[in-house]
């Protein structure tokens, strides 16, 4: 009997040490540990370079560290005590720092901060000195961490020094990048293309497009040099800065179109595209079947953009005659409203046939477009309004050095 009930006992215990054991590895597998690395005071001098060591956490003995949320008054260039606060679930720890009043080494920036410089204007340093406490001149050894100032805006320069002893200042200049259109560009060119074929299979209209087409080789000739000249692509935005003056462009860059939306274009200027990895807009007319077409031949390569729904059609008795000019606004505003659901951009707009008047530039503000782009020759430039950009105009046999003639910035030479 004895034995019986030491062997319930024996086993109750087991029981208990297992449900316990389980209890402590359930716990831990479902709590946070939340640990500082380095001290948890920290003594700093004023804009001494400061790198947070940060804290360690861990979750069912998993490093989940990248998940603590850090919150910092820490202001490394004001007298002060700061507090760093770390934070996972329901658990915070924190760090507190005391900045001094003195730097060592010491650094000083000459000139105004904030500093205002024009876009595309060149950075005049105001200059700088450094020492450390014994005196000796530490300018030479100064570090300059210049952004680019392609893009206005503000930004900071910063600039760091050393001593012999390893200690570390660290100050910054407040920079306000100002928007500014008179400044020497080559000009951005915005190349109209329409009608892709290939050679083995001409189409039946080839001669009677007025030159539209444009050869499947040819294009591809065309898109490898852009390649081999690093030549970069902006978005539609990056145009929109650019012209407003607020965005420094490569000056070889380039915006290639294909208007209409032609099944030419789709079924052989996409797969060139494609083979060459370069980006393109499809300017499309989204009555009929065009909402399928923009759905059907989707590409990374390709954006569809609006060339009207039901607006590429005769009708009005400006330029060629296309309607946009004679329609109401409300038509015309109904009209864009279904191209851009169609298209599902509302990035640019390409004036069918070309023809625009004032009101008409001022629907596609109401729109909300970014920018629009007429048939008028030249390359957009800064100051031009956006919403009437004129495009270079790309025409059948034309030979890949005539291409490279119209887009090259003035002054090169294609190699």
């Known amino acids: 009997m004895k034995r019986k009930k030491t062997k319930i006992i024996v086993i109750g215990?087991?029981?208990?040490?297992?449900?316990?054991?389980?209890?402590?590895?359930?716990?831990?597998?479902?709590?946070y540990f939340l640990v500082l690395n380095g001290d948890k005071n920290v003594e700093l001098n004023l804009c001494q370079t400061f790198e947070d060591p940060g804290a360690a956490a861990k979750k069912?003995?998993?490093?989940?560290?990248?998940?603590?949320?850090?919150?910092?008054?820490?202001?490394?260039?004001?007298?002060g005590d700061y507090t760093i606060t770390y934070t996972l679930g329901n658990l915070d720890i924190?760090?507190?720092?005391?900045?001094?009043?003195?730097?060592?080494?010491?650094?000083?920036?000459?000139?105004?901060?904030?500093?205002?410089v024009k876009l595309g204007e060149e950075f005049q340093e105001p200059g700088y000195t450094a020492e450390d406490q014994n005196g000796t001149n530490l300018k030479k050894r100064v570090k300059v961490d210049m952004p680019d100032l392609k893009k206005a805006g503000k930004t900071e320069i910063?600039?760091?020094?050393?001593?012999?002893s390893g200690k570390s200042t660290t100050v910054t200049r407040q920079i306000?990048?100002?928007?500014?259109?008179?400044?020497?560009?080559?000009?951005?060119?915005?190349?109209?293309?329409?009608?892709?074929?290939?050679?083995?299979?001409?189409?039946?209209?080839l001669n009677h497009r007025f030159g539209n087409y444009i050869e499947a080789h040819d294009l591809e000739e065309e898109l490898n040099w852009l390649k081999s000249e690093d030549y970069y692509f902006p978005t539609w935005q990056e145009v929109r800065d650019y012209v407003d003056g607020k965005l420094l462009l490569p000056d070889k860059s380039i915006v290639l179109c294909f208007d209409d939306g032609a099944k030419s274009?789709?079924?052989?200027?996409?797969?060139v595209l494609e083979k060459c990895q370069v980006p393109a807009t499809c300017f499309m007319i989204t009555s009929g079947d065009g909402a399928k077409k923009v759905k059907k031949y989707q590409s990374q390569y390709v954006t569809y953009q609006s060339h009207s729904d039901n607006m590429h059609r005769p009708?009005?008795?400006?330029?060629?005659?296309?309607?946009?000019?004679?329609?109401?606004?409300?038509?015309?505003?109904?009209?864009?409203?279904?191209s851009i659901e169609k298209c599902g951009n509302s990035d640019a707009f390409a004036y069918p046939y070309g023809d625009y008047t004032q009101e008409c530039r001022n629907i596609l503000e109401e729109a909300g477009f970014l920018c629009a782009v007429t048939t008028e020759s030249g390359k957009a430039r800064p100051g031009m309004d956006p919403l009437l950009l004129p495009r270079v105009r790309m025409s059948m046999g034309q030979s890949l050095q005539r291409f490279q003639n119209m887009v090259m910035p003035p002054g090169t030479s294609a190699e």
């Open 158 to 164: 910063t600039y760091t020094v050393s001593d012999d």
């Open 265 to 271: 274009f789709l079924k052989v200027g996409i797969p």
């Open 13 to 31: 215990l087991a029981l208990l040490v297992i449900l316990a054991g389980a209890g402590i590895f359930a716990y831990y597998q479902t709590q």
């Open 94 to 116: 924190e760090r507190h720092i005391t900045v001094k009043n003195k730097m060592d080494p010491v650094l000083r920036l000459k000139g105004k901060d904030p500093l205002n």
């Open 176 to 205: 306000n990048v100002l928007p500014n259109t008179d400044y020497q560009t080559p000009g951005l060119p915005i190349c109209m293309y329409h009608y892709v074929y290939d050679r083995n299979d001409p189409p039946d209209d």
């Open 315 to 338: 009708g009005g008795n400006i330029g060629h005659g296309g309607i946009f000019t004679a329609l109401p606004r409300e038509e015309a505003l109904e009209d864009l409203k279904a």
């Open 60 to 79: 069912g003995g998993k490093d989940v560290s990248s998940q603590i949320q850090i919150k910092s008054d820490l202001n490394l260039e004001k007298p």
